[in-house]
C-alpha cells in the first residue's frame, strides 16, 4: 500500500533452488548514502521530522493487525527514498530490509549488527 510508507512488493521467486528474491518498486538512495555523500553533515529539521513522521506511519503500518511485525533493522541504510517526480527534489521516505531473523539465524549474519535489537 502506498499510504503504508513500506516498500512496495510486487513479486517474489526463487533463484538457483537456494535464493529467496523479492521484487519490489525501484527506489533511490538512502538516507544513508546521503549523509556520506554530504560528509555527515545531517539533515534540516524539517527534513528529519518528516522522515521521522513517515518511517512512524510505517513502523505503526507493520505493528498493526494481521501484519504484528517488527522491525528490527532500522537504520539510515534502511530507509529509501522515492521521488515525488523525476525532476524534484522531494523525496519520501520509505522503510525497506525485510530481513527476518530467528534467534539461531542471527547468530549466523554478518554486516550491520551495530544496530540490531537483542535476540
Not at 37 to 47: C, H, I, L
Request: glycine letters at 6%; proline letters at 5%.
Amino acid at each position: 500500500r502506498a499510504e503504508s510508507g513500506c516498500l512496495a512488493l510486487w513479486d517474489d521467486f526463487v533463484y538457483d533452488g537456494r535464493f529467496y528474491c523479492l521484487v519490489t518498486e525501484p527506489l533511490g538512495e538512502s538516507l544513508g548514502d546521503i549523509l556520506r555523500r554530504n560528509y555527515f553533515r545531517g539533515f534540516w529539521m524539517q527534513d528529519l521530522q518528516d522522515f521521522a513522521r513517515q518511517c512512524l506511519r510505517a513502523l505503526a503500518f507493520l505493528h498493526r493487525a494481521p501484519l504484528l511485525l517488527t522491525h528490527t533493522d532500522l537504520k539510515p541504510e534502511n530507509v529509501l527514498l522515492r521521488c515525488r517526480a523525476p525532476l524534484q527534489e522531494t523525496f519520501f521516505p520509505r522503510v525497506g530490509d525485510w530481513t527476518v531473523r530467528t534467534k539461531e539465524f542471527a547468530e549466523e549474519l554478518q554486516g550491520a549488527g551495530k544496530y540490531w535489537r537483542p535476540v
